[in-house]
């Protein structure tokens, strides 16, 4: 089994800055590609970016170039600094672990709010 425990959740303000992480554990062999999902209010559950095991990443257009999404493999965490926040940044945010490219493990969720 593995489980992963998200920290980081907070009330930004427009144009700030959150740096969420995520600690995976337990059966953990091998680095494995990680990531972020958010789930806004109303909405389908959408990636916000991933890393693969050896440190590419991929970005969302929404969230591209103001993300940066990155990984320790010795602590099994991975990372999310957004800078630039919108209201539109405002959602739930879930990282994850993809096991063998077939078996998904998600972190509790996070809430991110970004208001004035």
């Known amino acids: 089994q593995v489980q992963l425990v998200a920290s980081g959740r907070g009330l930004v303000q427009p144009g700030g800055s959150l740096r969420l992480s995520c600690a995976a554990s337990?059966?953990?062999?091998?680095?494995?590609?990680m990531g972020w999902y958010r789930q806004a209010p109303g909405k389908q559950r959408a990636l916000v970016g991933e890393i693969t095991s050896g440190g590419l990443t991929n970005y969302a257009g929404s969230v591209k170039g103001r993300s940066t999404i990155s990984r320790n493999n010795g602590k099994n965490t991975v990372s999310l600094q957004m800078n630039s926040l919108k209201p539109d940044d405002t959602a739930v945010y879930y990282c994850y672990l993809l096991v063998n490219l077939t078996h998904v493990y998600w972190g509790q969720g996070t809430q991110v709010t970004v208001s004035s």
């Open positions: 337990g059966s953990i062999l091998r680095p494995y590609p």
